[in-house]
């Protein structure tokens, strides 16, 4: 466990790459199913490295912000589903691409303003 909250980079790269994924799977013409399955494991690695971190984040003192970003590190990746599954069935996706957005945008905020990310807002 001290490998996953030794360093943030580690999380950083399995969004980042899960969100490569989503993206290529969202706005390529056709449904891929083994392109949605590798982005469900990218799930489950986000959540297991971000509730690592959540766990180490508790000696900052600064809890109750942590899991805001947890949530909506939760809402990010359920509004990746919802487009995804919604396209597949035809369905309008434009509500979910724009809380897929603004809930990205919040979490991402958390995540550098809070003090175990990057200083960009300092």
């Known amino acids: 466990m001290d490998f996953l909250t030794s360093r943030t980079d580690l999380h950083i790269t399995t969004w980042v790459v899960g969100i490569v994924i989503f993206l290529i799977a969202a706005l390529s013409g056709k449904q891929s199913k083994g392109l949605h399955m590798t982005l469900r494991l990218f799930y489950i690695l986000i959540i297991i490295t971000g509730g690592a971190l959540f766990i180490e984040a508790m000696k900052f003192g600064q809890g109750m912000l942590y899991g ?25 996706t434009t509500m979910f691409w724009i809380l897929f957005v603004v809930f990205l945008l919040i979490t ?3 995540g550098f303003k809070l003090p175990m990310g990057f200083s960009f807002f300092a």
């Open 68 to 92: 805001f970003k947890f949530i909506g590190g939760i809402l990010v990746i359920g509004m990746m589903e919802m487009v995804l599954v919604r396209q597949k069935k035809n369905k309008p």
């Open 108 to 110: 991402m905020f958390l």
